[in-house]
T-cell receptor
Framework: NAGVTQTPKFRVLKTGQSMTLLCAQDMNHEYMYWYRQDPGMGLRLIHYSVGEGTTAKGEVPDGYNVSRLKKQNFLLGLESAAPSQTSVYFC??????????????FGPGTRLTVL | AQKVTQAQTEISVVEKEDVTLDCVYETRDTTYYLFWYKQPPSGELVFLIRRNSFDEQNEISGRYSWNFQKSTSSFNFTITASQVVDSAVYFCALNNYGQNFVFGPGTRLSVLP
């Protein structure tokens, strides 16, 4: 089992460019999440999905879009990158009992710099 | 609204000292779950423990122990006889009866040899 993988690991963009981050999990988890981690702010939820074909906004969704066309994949898109989106992005998945008791399994992170 | 506060931004201790990381949470729900995660310098996030709101028993796992007190809305984490390998950022998180985790800002622990 690879667990949760993220592609790419590092990326540098220029302001206004677009890109897609890919998250894949092989644990057959229902729920998937995208977070960003900034110094002193912990992890903030961008978007999440409770199943294939469904997505929902988290705490900081502006400037991002997501898609969950396949259960194992969760894509995060930046349509027009801004320097404020410079961050480390983490994907996570969980079995999703609906009770909130499942821990999340995290990917290794993607370090994105927007110049 | 849910909130998790970790008032200690950074802590430095010398190896073999005991250290407690504080976590205070806010929620209006009666059913919720609390978590601790560790983020070592390599960057990955590692699950440490889960506790539900109906179980106030303290837990010990080796050198790690957790003290959950609903009366003070706290879920503190103690490392006994700290080691250099314990150096990491530690996050406390809260999840209610739903899908969303709320993470605290983290406490950076440095254990000096």
């Amino acid at each position: 089992n690879a667990g949760v993988t993220q592609t790419p690991k590092f990326r540098v963009l220029k302001t206004g460019q677009s890109m897609t981050l890919l998250c894949a999990q092989d644990m057959n988890h229902e729920y998937m999440y995208w977070y960003r981690q900034d110094p002193g702010m912990g992890l903030r939820l961008i978007h999440y999905s409770v199943g294939e074909g469904t997505t929902a906004k988290g705490e900081v969704p502006d400037g991002y879009n997501v898609s969950r066309l396949k259960k194992q994949n969760f894509l995060l898109g930046l349509e027009s990158a801004a320097p404020s989106q410079t961050s480390v992005y983490f994907c996570a998945s969980s079995p999703g009992s609906g009770r909130g008791d499942n821990e999340q399994f995290f990917g290794p992170g993607t370090r994105l710099t927007v110049l | 609204a849910q909130k998790v506060t970790q008032a200690q931004t950074e802590i430095s201790v010398v190896e073999k000292e005991d250290v407690t990381l504080d976590c205070v949470y806010e929620t209006r729900d009666t059913t919720y779950y609390l978590f601790w995660y560790k983020q070592p310098p390599s960057g990955e996030l590692v699950f440490l423990i889960r506790r539900n709101s109906f179980d106030e028993q303290n837990e010990i796992s080796g050198r790690y122990s957790w003290n959950f007190q609903k009366s003070t809305s706290s879920f503190n984490f103690t490392i006994t006889a700290s080691q250099v390998v314990d150096s990491a950022v530690y996050f406390c998180a809260l999840n209610n009866y739903g899908q969303n985790f709320v993470f605290g800002p983290g406490t950076r622990l440095s254990v000096l040899p």
